[in-house]
Every structure is written in C-alpha cells, then in structure tokens.
C-alpha cells in the first residue's frame, strides 16, 4: 500500500444491452436522490457533468453510486469513479468523489447534470463509504464484519499542519471512545513505503470534533474527510478480460489415457456456457479441471486466478453437483447456506442476511423452516444454488441441473437460471445432455468422445457453418416413412437429411426453393403423403449437435 494524492486507474465497464435511463439537472438533485432510493437496492451507475468546487473547473465522469443522503440541509450522492471524462485535465481526480447540487460548496462536485443508469442487476458490491463525521459508525460496522484484510483509502488533512493528505492502506485497528462533545470513532491504517524501502507507517485517522484531544504523534494523525473502506478486499480479483478460461487444458489418468485433450474456450462476464455431449466425452471432467478439482495440464482459470491456486480460486466459484444429496437432508435450506458458506470467511450473521435473500429472490423463502429432505426435487435444486451463490462468485457451475427433470421442469429451470444470470450478474456454465438446452446460452461448448472439444462459439454462429447458413428445406410427412430419408439424400444438390419423426430437414447449398420441388417430386413418385412443405425451416442446436457427432459438419472452435 503507498502513499498517494491521486486516484486509481478503473477500467472502463462494457455496458449491457439494456439500461434504465433518467436524467436530472443539478437543481434537482432531490428528485435524482429520490430516484435511487426507490432502486437502492440495484447497482446504479451515473454520468455526471459540473464544476468541481476546489478549482472551480469543468468536470466531466463516469462513476458507479456508492451512496446518497436526501436530508434536511445536505443533499449528496457519493460516487466511485469509473471514468475521466475531462477534454483537459489538470490533476487527478479522487477515486470516491461527493456530488451536489449546482451550487453546492461543500462537496467535490457542483452538478449541472446528473444522468442515472440502471443496469436492473442487483448491487453486489461490499464496499463503503464513511464521511469523516461518521467514523464512529465506521469502527462499529468494522468491528462487526471480522474480515481478514480491510482496504482504507482517507482523504482529510495531517492534524500537526492541516496538510491535505490521501491515505491507503490495510486496516489495524478500529475503536469508538467517548469525547467531550460527541462520542469519536478512530481507525489504525498501515501504509507500506513507496519504495519499499524503510518500516511501515501507521496512521491513526480521527474524526473532526470541535474539541481534538492529544494525540500520540500530530504528524501520523489524520482527520477524515471522506472514508473509502474494503472489507473484503483479501479475495479481490486480479485484473482479467475473461471470466474463465481454459487453455491446451489436458486430463490425464495415472495409466496414460487422455480423458480431455488440448480444451481452449474462454466466455466473458456475465456470459452464459452450455457444455454439451455424449456420455464419456469429458464434460464434466472439464469442470472437475476447470476448478481445480483434478490435476490437468494447460491453462485453467477463473476471474483471473489459476485453478491450481486452490485456496485462492475457490471464493472466485460456485459449484452445484448433479447429486443434491450433499446437502444436510434434516438441515433447513438456510442451515444449509450457513454451514457451507463457513468455509467462505463470512461472518454468520451475514451469511443469515445473505441467505434470506437468496431464498427470497428464489422463491422459496417460505420454505426456509423445513428439512431440505422434503422440499421438492426443484425446490432442493434452488436451495443448492443458493448455497452456490452465497459467497457471492463470479462463476457458477453446474453439473447436469436438468437430469430426471420432465421437459415442464426443465424449462423452468433454465429461466430459473436467466434471472440468475441477470439479477446477479453471475457467469453461468451448465453440462447438459439435452443440446435444445444450449438455445438459452450465449455460448455453447460441443464435446464428442474420443476427441474432446470439437465446436465452441455462439449458437447462432454454429447453426450458420451448416448449410445454406443453417436454413433447410423442412419437410413434413403424414406419417413416419423409414425410406424418406434415404430418398432424399439421393436427390441430386442435397447434402444430408436429419430426421424427427414426421420432420426431415434437408440441407443444401443449393437454391432451397429448386430442391424442395425435387424432394416433393421425389416423395410424390414413391407415393409417400407430404403434409407441409416450407423452403426455409431454421436449423436448432439439436440439428447441430445431430450433424456434428455424425461427422456431417466440421465443428469450429471461436476465438
């Protein structure tokens, strides 16, 4: 940790494809306040225009919503700076900077115009922010959460001089003790020298009072400003462009047999991976090395953490087994959150909250009294995920969820798992032995027997390598006909038939309308009855898998 007066690099964000959108001028900054209150628990991000108060110059930021305070006098909304969006710059600007009204005097920035974005995700961050003034409630919250590292950045000035300092450091200490007028909270941060050369420095930061009792040592004493506080920092993220990623990623038995071989996918944030295949083609020995569960070669890694990294990569996952009878059959779903989510370094009383909420949002909040051994086989499916999710994870995995489950259920469970994907924001994969199952995913990952990964991209993008970009001559018969599908085959132009039943699809490269009147001239002189005909049936994942594990296609892998 050094010593600094400017601000951290943020990377830009990617903006979802959907966003709630209002606009508010800075005279009426209650009404934008009030807007967030309704939305208080959504992560809001925001664009804010005006002048900053210190330099009385033009600024313009990206930032994400930390707080907002709608009182009798002070009107503010505190904000985490995503982005710089200044034409000159003359300094840098604070990472967590406080916004007013257009004529505010008192915070960072004077606001002209406030616009509020509202990603409909729910906010999933863990950190806080304090002004100086509340640094007793600061130390009491600190006290609460028992976390191992916590991150602090202060502004304020040096107590010896007034000097305008920016702190940052881990966390020491923190206490309340009464004081002549109103009670204090005080905070012991460690800063490590820039140049790592010398003993760290322990800053004890104090809140303004109008009455300062003494202090060890004036000049390593800071009165705060503005709190900016971590706690959970231990099992921050490494910076990384892909969620997960699997690189030449190899399984090997101890007698030579390569159960996966040479696996290289990647899916970004909030991406969804659907992982199908035959039985015994490796799937879910690629989850099992993705996670770091069985020894692998080649690269595996998750938010940036290699998966060999074991105590490290395992905050960063959730993992949902096809068994559910791991759980505590006679333990309610919310004992069961707690006793796993134990294994996290999460307090129990925020495991409790976390847990509620889950249920909650899942729509089995009412059955959080019951012995998991009687809830439903869908039910117990939710409550698992709900373990999963606890410690918050920047993937979930899952291993055949819809297994057993009637096509209703299954269903059900996939947008089950959308709102997951959406009100979270976590990044879901899913073997599955059902390819339909594949249409609710972003990405799809084809594993076949024998070869391990020989397709992986979009399903729309694969469903194009087939011919004619995955359009066919659909054809319907009256009644199964087993001769139908060789018929076609031999129909000059036809590349291959797939067929379901009465369906046969008959892909082409050649113009759809000129083969489907050979198929029904075909089918006419064979006397085999047609009833629908249409020139320009869409290809499903189903049509694909069928064609790629029948060597009719040749899967191709995305970069």
Partial sequence: MVETSGSEPVLPREVPSFVEEAYFSGARIADAIDWCIVRQDREIHCEVQGILTSSKTEVRLKARILRFKKGVISRRIVVLLEEDMRRKKTGDLDLVLTVGSESATQEDVAA????????????????????????????????????????????????????????????????????????EGFLEVRVEPEDTVGSPKIYLVAQPQLFIGPFSNPVLTVIAEKVYIRPFAWKEAPVYRDVLVARNLTVTTKAGKKLIENVTFAIKEGEMLAIIGESGAGKSTCIKALIGDIPSTGVARIAGIDSRNAQKVRYFFGYCPQDLSYMYETFTPLENIVAFGKQYDIPEWQLIEEGKTLLRDFGIIEKGGSPTGKLSGGQQRRASVAIALVHRPKVLLMDEPTSGLDPDNRNELWHFLDMVNKEYGTSIVVVTHYPAEAEFCDKVAVFLRGKSLVAFGSPAKLKESLPSRGFAVGVVLEEVDPRARKMLEEVPGVSFVLQRGELLKVFTEEPLETIAEKCMTTLKEKSIGVKIVKTKALADMVDYYIAITRGLVIGTIEK
């Avoid at 509020?116 to 002004?131: A, I, V």
């Avoid at 600190?142 to 502004?155: D, P, V």
Wanted: with cysteine; aromatic share 6%.
């Fill in 112 to 183: 002209s115009q406030i616009t509020l974005q509202n990603y409909l995700k729910r906010n999933m961050f863990d950190d806080l922010y304090y002004d100086g003034r509340e640094l007793q409630q600061a130390a009491k919250d600190l006290a609460k959460m028992k976390s191992k590292e916590i991150l602090c950045t202060i502004w304020g000035h040096r107590a010896s001089d007034k000097l305008p300092m920016t702190i940052k450091g881990d966390l020491v200490s923190s206490t309340t003790k009464a004081a002549p007028i109103l009670p």
